[in-house]
């Protein structure tokens, strides 16, 4: 069997991602494909947490337009992450892995609560984890708590998995034609060069916690599986690299 690079990783789904080309909702060969690739990364013996976005259900931004409490926006996002975080339960289980979710907000009739250490044992016995929730507090994105839950169980890295964008661009790709791709970037570059790859707070976790990220497209079937497995895929962003 081919060996990984990583012994823990964390996989960082958007909601939209989960979408297709529906616009809202789940997309159901979307999310198999997500599920095919989870499975063929597991098969190799890592340990695998995910966070889920809920932007294709609600995005806690949109609520004030709304006339909605700010706060009150970002609870309703949350639940959107749950949501999606229990039917990725549910397809992951339907191929046979063992999957837990945990949630930051209290709901134990679906998921259990949680608890760090509890989450490090899931891993550790083998079970794919998935947080929901975020980080249980508004005015804070799932990029933070993604970030916030890889420092939390350890994880060596982050794969950002992105929707037809593969990697980090010197500018926005599907604006200008002549924007490049960076391979390598260091996070004090990424800061600098005010590239959106996920938010300051997020960015500042990773730096902190020597967390390198890796910036990919999922919709490249095998991505997840190549990139563990040491393949240079999408843009690596992470402490004392060149931004070649």
Do not use: W
């Amino acid at each position: 069997m081919p060996e990984s690079q990583y012994r823990r990783i964390l996989i960082k789904l958007s909601g939209e991602a989960l979408q297709g080309d529906r616009g809202f909702g789940i997309d159901n060969d979307v999310i198999q494909e997500i599920a095919k690739e989870i499975e063929d990364a597991a098969s190799l013996g890592i340990q695998i947490a995910i966070v889920v976005g809920g932007g294709n259900i609600f995005r806690g931004v949109a609520g004030p337009s709304m006339g909605m409490d700010k706060a009150a926006a970002d609870y309703v996002g949350m639940l959107a992450t749950i949501m999606n975080s229990l039917i990725l339960q549910g397809v992951l289980t339907s191929r046979g892995i063992q999957t837990r979710v945990m949630t930051a907000i209290a709901m134990p009739e679906v998921a259990e609560p949680f608890i760090r250490l509890r989450a490090i044992r899931h891993l550790e016995k083998g079970r794919v984890v998935i947080f929901g929730g975020g980080t249980g507090n508004p005015h804070v994105t799932t990029d933070t708590a993604a970030a916030l839950r890889a420092a939390e169980i350890k994880a060596e890295v982050i794969l950002m998995a992105k929707n037809n964008v593969d990697g980090v661009y010197s500018d926005d790709p599907r604006k200008n034609k002549d924007a490049k791709k960076i391979g390598r970037i260091s996070f004090d570059d990424l800061i600098k060069q005010d590239l959106k790859v996920m938010d300051r707070a997020a960015v500042s976790l990773c730096q902190e916690n020597s967390i390198p990220l890796v910036i990919f497209d999922f919709a490249k079937p095998g991505s997840i599986r190549r990139i563990v497995l040491g393949e240079k895929i999408g843009t690596l962003v992470g402490s004392r690299l060149g931004g070649k």
